[in-house]
């Protein structure tokens, strides 16, 4: 059926080449990819530094291109798992790599009245695959877009396209937000060869370089396809031939009784990336019928205090800064939460990619995140909650 839907769609796939030629006095006509209903978006504006020459240099693979100013060849053999984010710079000499895939895994809070794949649809980076967040995720609880099955994830995933010997990059719309859950995800389920792009999609246009617009391109139909695999799996249907194997680690993933437990063991530091009004419970939490508060003996840590303006990470000193500020050890174990699992991946992100002229890294052992984060721990009437 969705072969049949996006077969018909009438928009082609072509290449941006200048930023300032994707303005219309015209709404786009495009077709949306769950609701199958039409839909109409108005082509935005782009400020005119986004109009600049592509770049030919840059950085080399880093947390943050601002942060160092070494100049390389570049290479994925140059990068190393340790080091989870690249540069716009560095993917637009690597963009072309065989067995190099770009995710767009673009995620909004449901008060943006943003819809991720509509903005697929009018502008990615070119080539790049869309990663549906909440679709592909546990179709067995009500918690929003948790971590699914091995065998449904490696459904999905196969149905992309994606294989266990492909280099991953990760980016989203914001900069750099949900694109730190789906990197989690795939370590989860035992892929390493997986980056974010650090300033996302945002740094990549103000970069000036291309992208596309695809409407009825293959990666549309893969989309489609992830999405009805995951439901076959949950449905105890078959589902075509995989080649994505997945090797879970379960020691990145905590659940609610591990919380429970680590209250009481104080092994693992919680390290909460929620705003401080949402952790000090001043505020209503988002979402109806959860309590406002914080796991007793937690920290916070806002994501929002580790990026720019830009939605960029912040230079190293500068988030070890943040994290010392608030009494973090940088050789402890940590475990991180927030919201709904979202961003807590930011900061287990920046927990291993740390570094400090090579002499101390933040995250010698992998940061767990615990999944079901505060949407499920204040929707419990039984688990402990404290307020400041």
Same mark, same amino acid.
């Given at each position: 059926?969705?072969?049949?839907?996006?077969?018909?769609?009438?928009?082609?796939?072509?290449?941006?080449?200048?930023?300032?030629?994707?303005?219309?006095?015209?709404?786009?006509?495009?077709?949306?990819?769950?609701?199958?209903?039409?839909?109409?978006?108005?082509?935005?504006?782009?400020?005119?530094?986004?109009?600049?020459?592509?770049?030919?240099?840059?950085?080399?693979?880093?947390?943050?291109?601002?942060?160092?100013?070494?100049?390389?060849?570049?290479?994925?053999?140059?990068?190393?798992?340790?080091?989870?984010?690249?540069?716009?710079?560095?993917?637009? =000499?690597? +963009?072309? $790599?065989? *067995?190099? !895939?770009? %995710?767009?895994?673009?995620?909004?809070?449901?008060?943006?009245? #943003?819809?991720?794949?509509?903005?697929?649809?009018?502008?990615?980076?070119?080539?790049?695959?869309?990663?549906?967040?909440?679709?592909?995720?546990?179709?067995?609880?009500?918690?929003?877009?948790?971590?699914?099955?091995?065998?449904?994830?490696?459904?999905?995933?196969?149905?992309?396209?994606?294989?266990?010997? =492909?280099? +991953?990059? $990760?980016? *989203?719309? !914001?900069? %750099?937000?949900?694109?730190?859950?789906?990197?989690?995800?795939? #370590?989860?389920?035992?892929?390493?060869?997986?980056?974010?792009?650090?300033?996302?999609?945002?740094?990549?246009?103000?970069?000036?370089?291309?992208?596309?617009?695809?409407?009825?391109?293959?990666?549309?139909?893969?989309?489609?396809?992830?999405?009805?695999?995951?439901?076959?799996?949950?449905?105890?249907?078959?589902?075509?031939?995989?080649?994505?194997?997945? !090797?879970?680690?379960?020691?990145?993933?905590?659940?609610?009784?591990?919380?429970?437990?680590?209250?009481?063991?104080?092994?693992?530091?919680?390290?909460?990336?929620?705003?401080?009004?949402?952790?000090?419970?001043?505020?209503?939490?988002?979402?109806?019928?959860?309590?406002?508060?914080?796991?007793?003996?937690?920290?916070?840590?806002?994501?929002?205090?580790?990026?720019?303006?830009?939605?960029?990470?912040?230079?190293?000193?500068?988030? !070890?800064?943040?994290?010392?500020?608030?009494?973090?050890?940088?050789?402890?174990?940590?475990?991180?939460?927030?919201?709904?699992?979202?961003?807590?991946?930011?900061?287990?992100?920046?927990?291993?990619?740390?570094?400090?002229?090579?002499?101390?890294?933040?995250?010698?052992?992998?940061?767990?995140?615990?999944?079901?984060?505060?949407?499920?721990?204040?929707?419990?009437?039984?688990?402990?909650?404290?307020?400041?």
């Amino acid at each position: 059926m969705a072969s049949t839907l996006f077969t018909k769609m009438l928009l082609g796939h072509r290449l941006i080449h200048h930023p300032s030629s994707f303005l219309t006095h015209q709404p786009q006509i495009l077709s949306s990819l769950f609701s199958k209903q039409l839909f109409c978006i108005q082509a935005f504006p782009f400020s005119a530094h986004t109009s600049q020459n592509i770049k030919t240099t840059g950085w080399v693979p880093s947390m943050a291109s601002s942060s160092f100013g070494r100049r390389a060849t570049y290479s994925t053999q140059s990068v190393s798992t340790n080091e989870p984010v690249v540069s716009v710079d560095w993917l637009y =000499d690597n +963009l072309k $790599v065989p *067995d190099i !895939k770009v %995710l767009d895994a673009s995620w909004y809070m449901p008060d943006e009245q #943003r819809n991720p794949i509509q903005e697929y649809q009018v502008a990615h980076i070119p080539g790049a695959l869309f990663f549906d967040v909440d679709g592909i995720a546990d179709r067995t609880t009500k918690l929003p877009h948790m971590l699914p099955s091995e065998e449904a994830f490696a459904a999905a995933v196969s149905a992309l396209g994606i294989e266990n010997k =492909d280099d +991953l990059v $990760v980016y *989203d719309g !914001k900069g %750099l937000f949900s694109a730190a859950r789906v990197w989690w995800m795939f #370590r989860v389920f035992g892929h390493d060869r997986v980056w974010v792009l650090d300033g996302g999609l945002p740094r990549w246009r103000a970069s000036g370089y291309d992208v596309e617009s695809s409407a009825s391109s293959d990666a549309i139909l893969k989309a489609s396809a992830a999405s009805e695999a995951i439901e076959k799996v949950y449905k105890g249907q078959t589902v075509g031939p995989l080649t994505f194997q997945t !090797k879970f680690q379960p020691h990145l993933v905590w659940n609610l009784d591990q919380v429970k437990k680590n209250i009481e063991d104080k092994t693992y530091q919680h390290i909460d990336a929620r705003s401080k009004p949402r952790f000090d419970g001043a505020v209503p939490e988002p979402r109806k019928g959860i309590r406002s508060g914080h796991v007793p003996g937690s920290k916070c840590i806002p994501f929002a205090q580790l990026l720019d303006s830009s939605h960029t990470l912040l230079p190293v000193n500068e988030l !070890k800064k943040r994290f010392e500020q608030e009494g973090i050890s940088l050789d402890s174990p940590a475990v991180t939460s927030c919201g709904t699992g979202v961003t807590a991946c930011i900061l287990a992100l920046v927990h291993l990619s740390l570094y400090l002229d090579g002499l101390h890294r933040l995250g010698k052992s992998d940061v767990a995140v615990y999944d079901g984060s505060w949407t499920e721990w204040g929707s419990h009437s039984d688990t402990p909650v404290d307020t400041s």
